[in-house]
């Protein structure tokens, strides 16, 4: 490299550098990068499945709007459901939700997070995509959509590839909601859940 070259290359190293902090500070980023670190954290505890839901629990409280989610999952049957039905089922989402990352994020082999620091944006929502780097398979790509909820970005979907996870979820809810509506669907979420956990 010529010393004539130096400026321009370190004017382009700095504004590199500046476009990549900016992208990092980007506050979904932010708490997708946070949800990374508690998952991995997980991962390398070695604890037991209750003991990682325990821990892993105020996380996902905070990064996830599981209200809304809950809501998308259902569907057009949530109207229908007395608000008692409405709590009861966000609660069993929420239960579940914490024991599918509890269950799936169990043991750690030197994996790692990459997050994406190119943030896209869809209308009123932040699309963050993050990686999964496994030492002996491919990487897993995690997309995750976020909206504002109050002053908090939020998320509100997760997509494995181009598959939504909610949009998974809401035909498997359809069948128990056909059958037997809230009650059916809530027993449906804790058994779940408890195979999850047991």
């Given at each position: 490299?010529?010393?004539?070259?130096?400026?321009?290359?370190?004017?382009?190293a700095?504004?590199?550098?500046g476009?990549?902090?900016?992208?990092?500070?980007?506050?979904?980023a932010?708490?997708?990068?946070?949800?990374d670190?508690?998952?991995?954290?997980?991962?390398?505890?070695?604890a037991?499945?209750a003991?990682?839901?325990?821990r892993?629990?105020?996380?996902i409280?905070?990064?996830?709007?599981?209200t809304?989610?809950?809501?998308?999952a259902?569907?057009?049957?949530?109207?229908?459901?007395?608000?008692a039905?409405?709590q009861?089922?966000?609660?069993?989402?929420?239960?579940?939700?914490?024991?599918?990352y509890?269950?799936n994020?169990s043991?750690?082999?030197?994996?790692?997070?990459?997050?994406d620091?190119?943030?896209?944006?869809?209308?009123?929502?932040?699309?963050?995509t993050?990686?999964?780097?496994?030492?002996?398979?491919?990487p897993?790509?995690?997309?995750?959509r976020?909206?504002l909820?109050?002053?908090?970005?939020?998320?509100?979907d997760?997509?494995?590839?181009?598959?939504?996870?909610?949009?998974?979820?809401r035909?498997?809810?359809?069948?128990?909601?056909?059958?037997?509506?809230?009650?059916?669907?809530?027993?449906?979420?804790?058994?779940?859940?408890?195979?999850?956990?047991?």
């Amino acid at each position: 490299m010529t010393l004539k070259r130096l400026p321009l290359m370190l004017s382009l190293a700095i504004a590199l550098m500046g476009g990549a902090a900016h992208a990092a500070s980007d506050p979904g980023a932010t708490k997708v990068e946070s949800f990374d670190a508690a998952l991995l954290d997980s991962m390398k505890s070695g604890a037991s499945t209750a003991e990682r839901y325990r821990r892993l629990a105020p996380v996902i409280d905070r990064t996830f709007n599981l209200t809304a989610m809950t809501q998308f999952a259902v569907g057009p049957a949530w109207s229908s459901f007395t608000p008692a039905q409405q709590q009861a089922t966000v609660a069993a989402f929420t239960k579940l939700t914490i024991a599918s990352y509890a269950h799936n994020f169990s043991g750690f082999s030197g994996e790692h997070f990459e997050l994406d620091p190119n943030v896209a944006t869809r209308g009123p929502d932040k699309i963050v995509t993050t990686h999964l780097i496994r030492t002996h398979d491919a990487p897993v790509a995690l997309i995750y959509r976020m909206r504002l909820a109050g002053d908090s970005w939020k998320v509100i979907d997760i997509f494995y590839g181009a598959i939504s996870q909610l949009t998974t979820r809401r035909s498997d809810f359809a069948a128990s909601i056909a059958a037997g509506g809230a009650p059916a669907l809530i027993a449906h979420l804790n058994a779940l859940s408890d195979k999850l956990m047991s």
